[in-house]
């Protein structure tokens, strides 16, 4: 196979300063501004690397977009609040939601939208997808660049596209793995020589227990943590959907997909999605230390079947064909079933809040 136009680049840097974190590595290959991953591709879909739950069915966008609305109320109402998308991917959860808040105008009208999105041909496919948009809009590459105030935030499977660092223990301590370079100059993984000062004492008990030779992966908290400043100052809540572990555990989650398979994470940089488990435990943490109140994580099946998944599902069907009326219960089977082909018990969805609402819709026991 031949070599990708930033694997030449990343043999360059690695030749010149030496092998790279696996964050390091994972950033490149998704956002290099030119070659990266998510810069000059649209990834999703049956004809991409791989679907979301938005891509499944309208059922997932029209219930989250039921959700921001009853959030908007709990928070009083605000004449300006604005909905925050973070990696929106086509749009599509976007647009299902806004349709769906039609039923509440005046939610919708206090509404001014903000898109994050590094990706500029993703960015050009969520315009085309929510269309002449009766409300003001406007994208961003980072979510510091949405101005305070209340606000309610969507990430679904944001987080797990994040950089990660994988931390490997061995008898003197954690090592970073590296990307570098073997002899005859294929990229291979690798350790730092010395081992990070006291890593260890930052770790969960359970992680610190691991054996030599563990994984441990850790994302920097800012993200995290600008979220929940965000939502305690300026009024409002954040919701994560995305899947991965509701402990801090080692393991090595870091993987790479391309057309609907697995595949090498070293080969082919930069056209393939590489993807990490979220640690919700961690982002919790971070949460808590911005004294931000924290919901769940729950799975995602518990929480759309709260949210009234299957009533959606029954009604739908009401006016489908008999083919169509087959596709809505695939489609709910798939994001509420567990099992390996369901995304109801992988995926997990955590909430994040001003401390003021002691309880989001879904979250309720
Ligand atoms: N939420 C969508 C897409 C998920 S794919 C869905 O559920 O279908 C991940 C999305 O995050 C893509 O839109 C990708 O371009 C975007 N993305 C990845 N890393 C990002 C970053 N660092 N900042 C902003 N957007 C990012």
Redesign the pocket.
């Known amino acids: 196979m031949s070599e990708s136009a930033l694997e030449t680049e990343i043999r360059r840097l690695i030749r010149m300063a030496g092998p790279m974190p696996v964050a390091q590595y994972m ?1 490149l290959c ?2 290099h501004p030119v070659h990266g991953y ?1 810069s000059n591709r649209d ?2 879909g049956a004809a991409g690397d ?6 499944v069915s309208q059922m997932f966008g029209e219930l989250l977009g039921v959700w921001a609305a009853a959030v908007w109320q709990l928070m009083g109402s605000p004449a300006s609040v604005r909905l925050v ?6 749009g ?2 976007m647009r299902d939601a806004l349709r769906a808040a039609k039923v509440m105008p005046d939610f919708r009208a206090a509404i001014s939208l903000h898109l ?4 500029v041909v ?1 960015q050009r496919r ?1 315009r085309e997808t929510l269309g002449e948009i009766d409300m003001p809009a406007h994208w961003h ?3 510091d660049e949405v101005p305070d105030g209340p606000a309610i935030v969507l ?4 987080f ?4 990660v660092h994988q931390m490997v223990k061995q008898e003197d301590g954690w090592h970073e793995r590296v990307v570098g370079l073997a002899p005859d100059d294929k990229l291979i993984f690798g350790l730092a020589p010395d081992p990070v000062p006291h890593f260890d004492s930052l770790v969960e008990p359970r992680v610190r227990a691991a054996p030599v030779g563990a994984i441990y992966e850790w994302r920097p908290e800012s993200l995290g943590l600008g979220l929940a400043r965000r939502v305690v100052r300026g009024n409002g809540a954040a919701l994560v ?1 995305d899947y991965g572990h509701l402990e801090s555990s080692p393991g090595d989650t870091l993987q790479a997909i391309g057309s609907h398979a697995f595949a090498d994470p070293l080969a082919t940089p930069g056209e393939i ?1 590489l993807t990490a488990h979220v640690d919700f435990q961690a982002l919790a943490r971070s949460a808590d230390s911005m004294e931000a109140r924290v919901h769940g994580p729950i799975s995602q099946g518990d929480f759309l079947r709260r949210l009234g998944i299957e009533e959606r599902a029954t009604a739908l069907k009401g006016n489908a064909t008999e083919q169509q009326a087959r596709d809505i219960d695939s489609a709910l089977a798939r994001l509420t079933g567990g099992g390996s082909a369901g995304m109801g018990e992988l995926f997990k969805v955590m909430a994040f809040s001003h401390p003021d609402l002691r309880q989001l819709p879904g979250f309720h026991t």
């Open positions: 950033a998704l956002s998510y990834p999703l791989f679907t979301t739950a938005p891509e998308e973070l990696g929106p991917g086509r599509t959860m994050v999105e590094v990706s993703l969520q590459a980072a979510l990430a679904n499977e944001f797990d596209a994040l950089p959907i999605d």
